[in-house]
């Protein structure tokens, strides 16, 4: 096992091992034992396609977990289903680098290269998948070089403070409500014709955290027309202390957010972070 892995795993033990303190504290979002229980969730909902296209969610699903309980089994769904093949795979933002993750079928030795700002302090470059980094605005790749993009909560963060979690580089520093326009144009240059993109971003009433963005309604228009998709769909998830739950556009419009770094926009709904997310999947 590689070092960073093996740091890695012993948190991985101190955390499992904090579950009794997690549960008897009331489960509280990012306490010690919540990673655990988070993972156990998302690996769970994933493998029993708890989350299906125009389908009700289970009752009381996720439960004091942050959107990414329903994001990656959306994700896999998605992959899993439809005729397009997965091909040449770019992960813009990193949020598919977790062993738990790429240990799942299709993306298990998929031809995946991810990209982020900066190098992460966990890699799996041993396991044959690629590590880019840079400004997702403006990449190196040529023209129609991938046939799959996936972007699951990581456009939200695009043209705002990205030095706070994801580089030193001062120049990140910005305050663009829609630099992802200009991202979500260079997803279009280099997504190969025929060719999908799976975005997922946070949704409800427009509040910038600086490091973070919630979309509103204006702005998911203003994504798709940037991408100009041969054709899409949309679909909308909400949370509340009864879980996470299917949803209409009018049911989270005005949705909030907990940041859990500033403590900003903390409830008693054990809101991991959005109480609402956009899930679109684009075709080139």
């Not at 070092?3 to 509280?28: Q, T, W």
């Amino acid at each position: 096992m590689h070092v960073d892995g093996m740091i890695f795993r012993l948190k991985e033990l101190g955390d499992a091992m904090a579950l009794p303190v997690y549960a008897l504290s009331g489960r509280r979002p990012w306490s010690l034992g919540y990673y655990t229980t988070k993972k156990a969730s998302i690996q769970a909902a994933i493998d029993a396609a708890a989350v299906q296209r125009g389908r009700p969610l289970p009752e009381g699903f996720g439960i004091g977990i942050d959107e990414r309980v329903v994001e990656y089994p959306w994700l896999f769904d998605r992959l899993r289903h439809g005729d397009v093949r997965l091909g040449q795979i770019l992960d813009a933002g990193s949020t598919l680098n977790h062993d738990y993750i790429l240990n799942r079928d299709p993306l298990r030795k998929a031809d995946l290269t991810i990209m982020t700002l900066a190098p992460e302090k966990r890699c799996f470059w041993h396991q044959g998948y690629s590590y880019v980094f840079g400004d997702f605005r403006k990449t190196r790749f040529g023209a129609a070089a991938f046939d799959t993009i996936i972007s699951i909560s990581t456009l939200e963060h695009v043209g705002l403070d990205n030095t706070m979690l994801y580089t030193d580089d001062p120049a990140k520093s910005e305050t663009n409500k829609y630099g992802f326009v200009d991202a979500v144009r260079e997803f279009r240059r280099i997504l190969a014709p025929g060719g999908r993109c799976l975005i997922t971003v946070p949704y409800g009433r427009n509040d910038n955290f600086d490091w973070f963005q919630l979309f509103d309604g204006d702005m998911i228009r203003t994504l798709i027309n940037a991408f100009e998709a041969t054709s899409f769909e949309l679909e909308f998830f909400g949370y509340d202390r009864a879980g996470w739950r299917r949803a209409s556009e009018a049911d989270v419009t005005g949705a909030t957010a907990f940041d859990p770094h500033s403590g900003r926009g903390r409830l008693d709904d054990k809101a991991g972070c959005a109480r609402a997310i956009a899930c679109l999947e684009l075709f080139g």
